[in-house]
């Protein structure tokens, strides 16, 4: 049974304690540590550049100014979400492919993709 005090999980449905975060649970690939130290070193490099884009409107830059940055933020995020769809391409939804859970693990990155194209 489920703590009442644990945190919630935020993949799960309306963010209940102890939910399953997926109705067909399949295993996670882990990344290397190669990859987790390249993922948060991107991830650092996105906060400055965010902490760098308050600092701009605390100063009251040039708008233009401003939008590129957010621009350039934007880009870097749209990278890192590649990386991690990638692992989880390759990995995750690889995995359950070959242990015969490939349809759900396949619906559930194709739904991950089309919020993307938004």
Known sequence: MTSPNKAADPAAP????G????????PMVAHTDA????LS???????GQIR?????IDDDRYCVDILTQVSAVQSA????ARKLLEHHLHGCVS??????NGAYAIDE???????FGR
Request: aromatic content about 0%; hydrophobic content about 40%; glycine content about 8%.
């Open 52 to 56: 760098g884009i308050g600092r701009m």
């Open 77 to 80: 995020l749209d990278a890192l």
């Open 14 to 17: 309306d963010g209940e304690p």
């Open 95 to 100: 995995h359950a492919v070959a242990s015969g």
């Open 41 to 47: 070193k991107r991830l650092n490099r996105i906060e």
């Open 19 to 26: 939910a399953p975060r997926s109705a067909h649970h399949h």
């Open 109 to 115: 990155a194709l739904a991950v993709i089309r919020k």
């Open 35 to 38: 990859q987790t130290a390249a």
